[in-house]
Protein backbone atom coordinates (compact mmCIF):
# COMPACT_ATOMS: atom_id res chain seq x y z
CA UNK A 1 0.00 0.00 0.00
CA UNK A 2 1.63 2.91 -1.33
CA UNK A 3 1.25 6.30 0.97
CA UNK A 4 0.86 9.71 0.21
CA UNK A 5 3.37 10.30 -2.67
CA UNK A 6 5.25 14.06 -2.87
CA UNK A 7 7.43 14.98 -5.49
CA UNK A 8 10.05 16.13 -6.09
CA UNK A 9 11.49 15.73 -2.08
CA UNK A 10 13.84 18.82 -3.19
CA UNK A 11 13.07 21.78 -5.74
CA UNK A 12 15.23 25.05 -5.95
CA UNK A 13 14.38 27.65 -8.12
CA UNK A 14 15.30 31.00 -8.80
CA UNK A 15 13.40 34.29 -7.53
CA UNK A 16 10.74 34.76 -10.40
CA UNK A 17 10.71 31.15 -11.33
CA UNK A 18 7.92 29.10 -10.91
CA UNK A 19 7.60 26.11 -8.76
CA UNK A 20 5.14 22.98 -9.25
CA UNK A 21 4.52 20.68 -6.59
CA UNK A 22 2.69 17.77 -6.70
CA UNK A 23 1.13 15.47 -4.69
CA UNK A 24 -0.72 11.83 -5.09
CA UNK A 25 -2.70 10.37 -2.56
CA UNK A 26 -3.24 7.07 -0.69
CA UNK A 27 -5.32 4.81 -2.90
CA UNK A 28 -9.23 5.47 -2.32
CA UNK A 29 -8.48 8.75 -0.68
CA UNK A 30 -10.46 12.30 -2.46
CA UNK A 31 -9.42 14.54 0.02
CA UNK A 32 -6.35 16.46 0.17
CA UNK A 33 -5.04 19.24 2.28
CA UNK A 34 -1.48 20.96 1.74
CA UNK A 35 0.35 22.94 4.62
CA UNK A 36 3.51 24.96 4.13
CA UNK A 37 5.98 24.72 6.91
CA UNK A 38 8.32 27.73 7.33
CA UNK A 39 11.70 27.09 8.88
CA UNK A 40 11.60 27.00 12.18
CA UNK A 41 7.75 27.26 12.31
CA UNK A 42 4.41 24.59 13.08
CA UNK A 43 2.64 23.40 9.95
CA UNK A 44 0.32 26.09 8.40
CA UNK A 45 -2.75 24.78 6.37
CA UNK A 46 -3.01 26.48 2.71
CA UNK A 47 -5.90 24.67 1.06
CA UNK A 48 -8.10 21.45 1.07
CA UNK A 49 -9.64 19.97 -1.89
CA UNK A 50 -11.37 17.32 -3.20
CA UNK A 51 -11.32 15.91 -6.58
CA UNK A 52 -11.69 18.83 -8.76
CA UNK A 53 -13.06 21.48 -6.24
CA UNK A 54 -11.56 23.50 -4.07
CA UNK A 55 -13.30 23.38 -0.59
CA UNK A 56 -11.60 25.39 1.62
CA UNK A 57 -8.36 28.03 0.52
CA UNK A 58 -8.38 29.89 3.75
CA UNK A 59 -4.55 29.64 3.98
CA UNK A 60 -3.70 30.26 0.64
CA UNK A 61 -1.61 33.26 -0.10
CA UNK A 62 -3.78 35.64 -2.02
CA UNK A 63 -1.10 35.86 -5.20
CA UNK A 64 1.05 33.37 -6.86
CA UNK A 65 -0.30 30.64 -5.45
CA UNK A 66 -2.79 27.91 -6.54
CA UNK A 67 -3.95 24.38 -6.04
CA UNK A 68 -5.78 21.84 -8.50
CA UNK A 69 -6.82 18.16 -7.82
CA UNK A 70 -8.10 17.20 -10.83
CA UNK A 71 -10.49 14.44 -11.82
CA UNK A 72 -7.09 12.58 -13.22
CA UNK A 73 -3.43 13.05 -12.08
CA UNK A 74 -2.16 14.27 -8.48
CA UNK A 75 -2.98 17.27 -6.63
CA UNK A 76 -0.64 20.03 -8.03
CA UNK A 77 0.17 22.97 -5.44
CA UNK A 78 1.49 25.86 -8.18
CA UNK A 79 3.76 28.92 -6.84
CA UNK A 80 4.05 31.21 -9.55
CA UNK A 81 7.16 34.35 -9.40
CA UNK A 82 8.83 32.39 -6.89
CA UNK A 83 10.49 34.62 -4.04
CA UNK A 84 12.67 33.92 -0.87
CA UNK A 85 10.37 33.97 1.40
CA UNK A 86 8.63 31.12 0.10
CA UNK A 87 11.51 28.85 0.72
CA UNK A 88 9.68 26.12 3.26
CA UNK A 89 8.63 22.34 3.59
CA UNK A 90 4.98 21.73 1.73
CA UNK A 91 3.20 19.02 2.88
CA UNK A 92 0.67 17.29 1.56
CA UNK A 93 -2.19 15.10 3.14
CA UNK A 94 -5.08 12.94 2.59
CA UNK A 95 -7.85 11.42 3.82
CA UNK A 96 -10.61 8.78 3.15
CA UNK A 97 -13.97 9.56 1.93
CA UNK A 98 -15.25 9.22 5.28
CA UNK A 99 -16.12 12.89 7.05
CA UNK A 100 -13.82 14.09 10.40
CA UNK A 101 -12.62 10.75 11.25
CA UNK A 102 -9.15 12.90 12.01
CA UNK A 103 -7.80 10.33 9.65
CA UNK A 104 -5.21 12.09 7.87
CA UNK A 105 -2.19 10.92 6.21
CA UNK A 106 0.86 12.89 5.48
CA UNK A 107 3.35 12.69 2.59
CA UNK A 108 7.30 13.37 2.91
CA UNK A 109 6.99 16.87 2.24
CA UNK A 110 8.44 19.19 -0.78
CA UNK A 111 11.35 21.29 0.40
CA UNK A 112 11.50 24.28 -1.96
CA UNK A 113 14.98 26.20 -1.81
CA UNK A 114 14.66 29.72 -3.84
CA UNK A 115 17.85 31.49 -4.64
CA UNK B 1 -11.09 30.16 17.28
CA UNK B 2 -8.94 26.95 17.49
CA UNK B 3 -5.74 27.19 19.19
CA UNK B 4 -2.89 24.61 20.22
CA UNK B 5 -0.04 26.13 22.35
CA UNK B 6 3.29 24.54 22.98
CA UNK B 7 4.81 26.33 25.15
CA UNK B 8 8.15 24.38 25.75
CA UNK B 9 10.15 25.59 22.86
CA UNK B 10 13.03 23.31 23.57
CA UNK B 11 13.97 20.62 26.06
CA UNK B 12 17.12 18.37 26.37
CA UNK B 13 17.20 15.26 28.55
CA UNK B 14 20.09 12.71 28.80
CA UNK B 15 19.29 9.32 27.72
CA UNK B 16 17.07 7.41 30.33
CA UNK B 17 15.23 10.64 31.46
CA UNK B 18 11.00 10.71 31.37
CA UNK B 19 10.19 13.76 29.66
CA UNK B 20 7.00 15.11 29.85
CA UNK B 21 6.13 17.34 26.58
CA UNK B 22 2.69 19.69 27.01
CA UNK B 23 0.12 20.41 24.55
CA UNK B 24 -3.22 23.16 25.38
CA UNK B 25 -5.71 23.63 22.92
CA UNK B 26 -8.34 25.74 22.59
CA UNK B 27 -11.38 25.13 20.72
CA UNK B 28 -15.52 25.74 21.04
CA UNK B 29 -15.98 22.65 19.18
CA UNK B 30 -17.61 19.46 21.00
CA UNK B 31 -16.15 17.13 19.06
CA UNK B 32 -12.58 17.02 18.00
CA UNK B 33 -9.59 15.20 17.62
CA UNK B 34 -6.14 15.74 19.00
CA UNK B 35 -2.81 14.57 17.64
CA UNK B 36 0.95 14.26 18.60
CA UNK B 37 3.04 14.23 15.35
CA UNK B 38 6.96 13.31 15.28
CA UNK B 39 9.18 15.04 12.86
CA UNK B 40 12.59 13.72 12.78
CA UNK B 41 16.15 15.45 11.49
CA UNK B 42 14.86 14.04 8.36
CA UNK B 43 11.81 15.88 8.03
CA UNK B 44 9.01 13.53 7.49
CA UNK B 45 5.91 13.43 9.84
CA UNK B 46 5.41 10.45 11.53
CA UNK B 47 2.11 10.37 13.00
CA UNK B 48 1.96 9.08 17.42
CA UNK B 49 -1.41 9.20 18.24
CA UNK B 50 -5.51 10.25 17.90
CA UNK B 51 -7.73 10.99 20.21
CA UNK B 52 -11.39 11.52 20.33
CA UNK B 53 -12.50 14.36 21.96
CA UNK B 54 -14.93 11.82 23.82
CA UNK B 55 -12.51 9.58 24.75
CA UNK B 56 -10.94 10.60 28.10
CA UNK B 57 -8.49 7.35 28.77
CA UNK B 58 -4.94 7.76 29.24
CA UNK B 59 -3.19 5.30 26.77
CA UNK B 60 0.26 4.20 27.12
CA UNK B 61 2.24 2.34 23.97
CA UNK B 62 5.35 1.65 24.83
CA UNK B 63 7.52 3.94 26.31
CA UNK B 64 5.28 6.94 25.29
CA UNK B 65 1.93 7.29 26.78
CA UNK B 66 -0.77 10.37 26.82
CA UNK B 67 -2.78 12.32 29.34
CA UNK B 68 -5.52 14.09 28.18
CA UNK B 69 -8.02 16.19 30.14
CA UNK B 70 -10.64 17.85 28.95
CA UNK B 71 -10.95 19.94 32.44
CA UNK B 72 -7.96 21.80 31.89
CA UNK B 73 -7.95 21.73 27.98
CA UNK B 74 -4.26 19.65 27.78
CA UNK B 75 -3.25 16.97 26.23
CA UNK B 76 0.37 15.76 27.07
CA UNK B 77 2.96 13.26 25.81
CA UNK B 78 5.58 11.64 28.13
CA UNK B 79 8.51 9.50 27.35
CA UNK B 80 9.33 7.44 29.48
CA UNK B 81 13.29 6.23 29.56
CA UNK B 82 13.89 8.54 26.56
CA UNK B 83 16.32 7.80 24.07
CA UNK B 84 18.85 9.39 21.33
CA UNK B 85 16.30 8.24 18.65
CA UNK B 86 13.60 10.11 20.60
CA UNK B 87 15.47 13.31 19.80
CA UNK B 88 12.82 15.28 17.10
CA UNK B 89 10.45 17.98 17.44
CA UNK B 90 7.25 17.00 18.22
CA UNK B 91 4.45 18.57 17.08
CA UNK B 92 1.03 18.78 18.70
CA UNK B 93 -2.68 19.40 16.84
CA UNK B 94 -6.18 19.73 16.40
CA UNK B 95 -8.86 19.29 14.29
CA UNK B 96 -11.00 21.97 13.20
CA UNK B 97 -14.74 21.28 12.16
CA UNK B 98 -15.98 22.55 9.28
CA UNK B 99 -19.08 22.30 8.19
CA UNK B 100 -18.30 18.79 9.61
CA UNK B 101 -16.09 17.46 6.67
CA UNK B 102 -12.75 18.10 7.13
CA UNK B 103 -9.90 17.20 8.68
CA UNK B 104 -8.02 20.51 8.74
CA UNK B 105 -5.48 20.54 11.54
CA UNK B 106 -4.35 23.49 13.95
CA UNK B 107 -0.49 22.84 14.52
CA UNK B 108 1.20 23.99 17.47
CA UNK B 109 5.20 25.34 16.83
CA UNK B 110 6.43 21.96 18.20
CA UNK B 111 8.64 21.32 21.00
CA UNK B 112 12.29 20.41 20.27
CA UNK B 113 13.32 17.40 22.59
CA UNK B 114 17.08 16.88 22.75
CA UNK B 115 17.98 13.41 23.64
CA UNK B 116 21.85 13.59 25.05
CA UNK B 117 23.48 10.13 25.23
Known amino acids: NAGVMQNPRHLVRRRGQEARLRCSPM?????VYWYRQLPEEGLKFMVYLQKENIIDESGMPKERFSAEFPKEGPSILRIQQVVRGDSAAYFCASSPRTVNTGELFFGEGSRLTVL | AQKVTQAQTEISVVEKEDVTLDCVYE???????LFWYKQPPSGELVFLIR??????QNEISGRYSWNFQKSTSSFNFTITASQVVDSAVYFCALSEAFGGATNKLIFGTGTLLAVQP
Open chain 2, 51 to 56: RNSFDE
Open chain 2, 27 to 33: TRDTTYY
Open chain 1, 27 to 31: KGHSH
